[in-house]
């Protein structure tokens, strides 16, 4: 079982929860800085591989292997302190309005998923995204997230959190949800997914340029958006200097239509990208993709 498989099972996010819930925060912290740097000790490790493989590209392919190094940590060490920060407020209400304030930008999304008009809302994973949006769910957002469709243990205890703050759930994959997304969306409702995880099984001529770089990105979200005739909004969460967090979007952007159908696929989903990628670029360290996301450079030996 590789490291990943393990920080993913049903115990390690149980192991998580506990530190979240009983760890004052001083100490919550430090324990997830101090794990983030143990993890990233390991370099052979596949997710320290990885983790220096999607920053050598993010941070336009000019880190020395030292950077790349001190980077993964940087992204361990903000991915232990989101983890922390997510079960040690989920359930605190008052304390979790302060540490994510309803900001303008919230307040206009919030109003985008209460019109009639339908979204397509596409997030990467950046900082603690579950966090800012148990706070929109708690400020009146209203809407449905893609999960994935055969999740691990560890997965399925992550979606019983999310269900447990009001997430409403639909599981990828399935046909007749897909029709019943897309009906949905063109009923003037909003739904979510994450853009960013690569497909292994994706075949050469439909990966879509990411930084630069041909990628193996998901598609669906565009097909169901040209499908429904809805725009995509691209929001993303961020840590401030002040390790509070905050929220962006990018506000609707409409799709555009290509005679061939593939272009229409790729090209749509390469200007949404570009988007993701200025996002990206604003906290490098802050975007928690742990699979590599440009598999071709693995045999650079990163």
Known sequence: MSIQNILNSKLSVQFSILIGKYLPQEWGHGFSRQLGTLISSFRNWDINRHIRLNQFVVQGEQLTNDQLVRSAKNVLTHAGRCYYDLHHYINRPEALNDLVPLSAEMREFIKLSKQKQGYMVVAPHLSNFDLVVSRLIRAGFEGRVLSHPNPGSGYQLQNEIRKSYGLELTPLGDQGLEAATIDYLKNGGVVATGVDRPLPSR??????????????????????????????????????????????????????????????????????????????????????????????????GL
């Open 203 to 300: 075949k050469k001529r439909h990966f879509v340029n990411f930084f630069g770089r041909p990628s193996p990105l998901p598609l669906g979200y565009i097909t169901m958006a040209l499908a429904a005739d809805v725009p995509i909004v691209v929001v993303t969460a961020y840590m401030l200097p002040d390790g509070r967090y905050g929220f962006r979007h990018s506000g609707p952007i409409p799709l555009k239509k290509y005679a061939n159908k593939l272009d229409n696929i790729l090209l749509n989903a390469e200007m949404v990208l570009k988007k993701i990628e200025a996002y990206i670029r604003l906290t490098p360290e802050q975007w928690l993709m742990f699979y590599p996301v440009w598999p071709d450079l693995l045999e650079k």
